[in-house]
RNA sequence: GGUCCUGUGGCCGAGUGGCUAGGCAGAGCUCUGCAAAAGCUCGUACACCAGUUCGAAUCUGGUCGGGACCUCCA
């Protein structure tokens, strides 16, 4: 098999992945900050590493996935100083910290299972592990990359440049962001305006904090990462990822703080996935641009026409490639919920024909048929292996979805292609899609008594068409369509339904 | 201002220096009692201007437009 390339936000190119130890690979994803709802964004870029994290493993690679919720230290302004969003959230709703951070967690699982999001193997809390950070800080202390002013730390990172690149992630200059960054008042205690907070001092009214050698106070949001990666995935692990957005700051000060530490950058592959937008800007929950899950899968929102299932949203968002940013519309969502459908179909359609895979030749009749469906299935791999690129995987789908309707409907003879070929399609047909792609079928109405009742309207109305007894058989037909179920009669005489 | 990404047919979106992805919408046809579904056929798109090249939507430079990051956000 052809390897795998991925493109490394690090070195800014594609490149083959070879993992540290042969037959595994480590991947930590930075996860939801479990202060409010996730919105959609967020979702499409768990989506994104969840095909990853799924095709690594059809690679046949033993993956630990290790995904973070963040339930603590991450703060409200860019001051280090101040109620961290959960504190501030719970003085709001007059509750305590770990409830918000209880019922955000329960949440973010629930629209991760709607989406059909495989869940990490670890899903470490921030707050679970304020030991290790605690300890990591002491070692970076330890190195002289950090000082300490009045119980709060903070990462020297002027220092740390004159040793390593700060900027290596995003490819900038110490200069050129010390020009960017704003004067932040008279009244601050850091050194260096770039200098970041590994721990944070608190308040005798802040509602989460902890002893720690500088005092009572919080971890700062960077070290969480550093801390829990370290500890289950090593000081050196495979994949890094997250999305755009913290590439600049988040996983910036992540690699400072490993390689002040440990003397390494955390990972070799560093993925970044790009932004939702809604009418071109970026969705986020400040901008107030977000779309919830809940309210595209009622239709309850403002800008949607109507609502869309988990799966329509998870297809859209495959049908782009994970580095391009996507732009969130109805007709977009419409276009991808009709796509999907025809998939769906053809596929049911494939399970039909593979069930018959007997009446397929041991050799093809049509050797450009049958060669062209093998390069298209051969494409799957060749796709994924371009850096996860899922759109031209289903683009091959979809060419091989006429062979498909042909075969069944009759349009196309079934000595076309060879039984082998067939059983073939129908293998990766299926793995790609459950398996890679993580799609199921919308089934709100799906039992053996409805379908034994259609079967018997059908066969009512098949009798009725003998009859030519038509104002009956349009009646059945046109009741059950009121109902979202299509009757369609097919060639051979047999009858095919599916809820709409 | 700095760093970077991007501009594809009505819409959404892949993509390689030459062989015009794909989906949705639209038109015609086949099948059908009528439908639906399905199948077949149809759109010669690649912001603009130069350059490199036998040949560029794909490479280079410039112009214009859009966006992200530099401040919390996946």
Not at 70 to 97: I, N, W
Not at 112 to 121: A, R, T, V, W
Not at 188 to 214: C, N, T, V, Y
Not at 351 to 370: C, G, H, I, K, N
Request: with cysteine; proline share 4%; aromatic share 10%.
């Amino acid at each position: 098999m052809a390897e795998l390339k991925i493109y490394n936000s690090l070195t800014r190119q594609k490149e083959v992945f070879v993992p540290i130890t042969p037959g595994y690979a480590g991947m930590y994803v930075c996860g939801p900050t479990v202060y409010s709802d996730v919105h959609l964004g967020n979702c499409r870029t768990f989506i994104s590493f969840d095909v990853i994290f799924r095709y690594l493993k059809y690679l046949g690679y033993r993956v630990r996935y290790v995904r973070n919720i963040t339930d603590a230290g991450h703060l409200e302004g860019d001051r280090d100083e101040g109620d961290d969003k959960f504190s501030k959230k719970a003085r709001l709703e007059q509750v305590e910290p770990m409830e918000i951070v209880q019922k955000y967690t329960i949440g973010f699982h629930q629209v991760m299972k709607l989406f059909n999001n495989l869940p990490p193997n670890i899903e470490p809390a921030a707050t679970g592990h304020i030991l290790e950070q605690i300890e990591m800080i002491k070692h970076i202390l330890k190195n002289g990359y950090a000082y300490e002013v009045d119980g709060t730390v903070y990462f020297d990172v002027e220092k740390y440049d004159k040793e390593k690149p700060y900027g290596v992630l995003t490819n900038r200059k110490l200069e050129e962001l010390l020009e960017g960054t704003r004067d932040l008042g008279g009244q601050d205690e850091k050194k260096g305006r770039l200098d970041f907070a590994l721990w944070i001092k608190a308040r005798p009214e802040h509602l989460m904090q902890w002893p720690s050698p500088w005092g009572m106070g919080f971890p700062g949001w960077h070290i969480e990462c550093s801390a829990m990666s370290e500890k289950y995935l090593g000081k050196k692990f495979d994949i890094h990822g997250g999305g755009m957005d913290l590439a600049a700051t988040h996983h910036t000060n992540e690699i400072a703080q490993s390689e002040a530490c440990y003397n390494v950058n955390p990972a070799n592959y560093w993925i970044h996935t790009n932004m939702l937008t809604v009418n071109g800007a970026r969705m986020s929950k400040s901008a107030g641009n977000g779309f919830l899950p809940g309210e595209l899968f009622s239709g309850d929102h403002p800008l949607l026409e109507k609502a869309y299932s988990p799966m329509t949203v998870r297809f859209f968002m495959l049908q782009t490639h994970y580095r391009s940013t996507l732009d969130f519309s109805n007709e977009a969502l419409q276009a991808a919920e009709k796509g999907l459908k025809r998939l769906w179909e053809a596929f049911r359609n494939l399970d039909r024909l593979y069930r018959q895979s007997d009446q397929f030749p041991a050799v093809a009749s049509d050797s450009e048929t049958e060669n062209r469906c093998l390069e298209w299935i051969a494409g799957f791999d060749a796709s994924m292996n371009d850096d996860f690129n899922t759109a031209k995987v289903l683009a091959n789908m979809f060419e091989l979805a006429p062979v498909i309707n042909g075969l069944k409907g009759g349009q196309l003879s079934r000595d076309k292609i060879s039984k082998a070929t067939l059983e073939l399609l129908y293998r990766q047909f299926n793995t790609y899609l459950t398996d890679v792609l993580g799609l199921t079928e919308d089934k709100d109405v799906d039992n053996g008594r409805l379908d034994k009742v259609l079967q018997l309207l059908v066969e009512i109305r098949k009798e009725a068409r003998q009859r030519k007894d038509f104002s009956m058989s349009d009646k059945i037909r046109n009741e059950l369509q009121q109902q979202g179920i299509i009757l369609k009669d097919e060639k051979g005489g047999g009858v095919s339904w599916s809820i709409e």
